[in-house]
């Protein structure tokens, strides 16, 4: 049986399954907030053209307001200065969002340490047990923070010093980007560096590296519980925005059961 048939058939038999990465967008998806005297993106948001009335008799449908960094969505490399030069997100070649996953678990450690920050060891470890990272595929990283995803305050985690949330050490991102074989890397999070990264040197490494090194970022994922630490296919669709820093994405995972 040709391959696409057989794929088909076994989505349809249930032996692949479809897991739906993407968080629910609505006016409740939470929003990174910036400090002073940074600008910040506006949040989801939706007027009523017409339903069903005397504006449009037959059809409902809205006009939407949002920024390219809310909700669940895809980072492309000129997002960063240091990817300044690279691809937008209308750029990134199809054959690119077809990609393998590598789920690494960390929800324990983020559990006991908002602040819990991956390290090169981690991966190693990761590495020991499911061998190599991925040829072309995406590191997600799985710290249970989506449980926190219905509500703004609790997902964003910050006090007077800033927000607390897990991530990723500027010296393991950098080595993540220029010396492995991933494509990029996907978080549960706001976005893919921790919540105190503004703080590190470089600051935000994840976007620093993974950007300037051509490579991308997913963010706001869900239900990677549900996704085996290796053998996961990832399919992602930004919208191709042109000459977007990133856009709005519906993440799906195909994984044999
Ligand atoms: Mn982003």
Known sequence: MPVLAQLLAAVAARSVEVVDLTAPL???????????????????SRREISRYDERGPAWYWNDLEMGEHVGTHFD????????????????VAPQRLVAPAAVLDVSA???????????????????????????????LLRTGWNARAGDQDAFLNADERGPH?????????RWLAEE??????????????????????????????????????LTQLRNLDRLPALGAVLIAGPLPIVAGSGGPARVLALVER
């Open 165 to 173: 949330t897990p991530g990723v050490s500027a010296a393991c991102a």
């Open 180 to 217: 492995t074989p991933l494509i990029g890397l996907g978080v549960e999070t706001v976005g893919t560096d921790a919540g105190a990264a503004h703080g590190f040197d470089p600051p935000f490494p994840c976007h620093s590296y993974f950007l300037g090194a051509g490579k991308y970022g």
């Open 26 to 44: 609505s006016e409740r998806t939470p929003v990174l907030r910036l400090p002073e005297p940074f600008a910040n993106t506006v949040p989801f």
């Open 109 to 139: 450690r983020a559990a006991a340490d908002p602040d819990f920050l991956l390290e090169a060891e981690h991966v190693r470890d990761w590495e020991g047990e499911h061998g190599p990272l991925p040829e072309g595929g995406w590191l």
């Open 76 to 91: 492309a490399p000129v997002h960063w200065a240091t990817g300044r030069d690279g691809e937008d997100v209308s750029q």
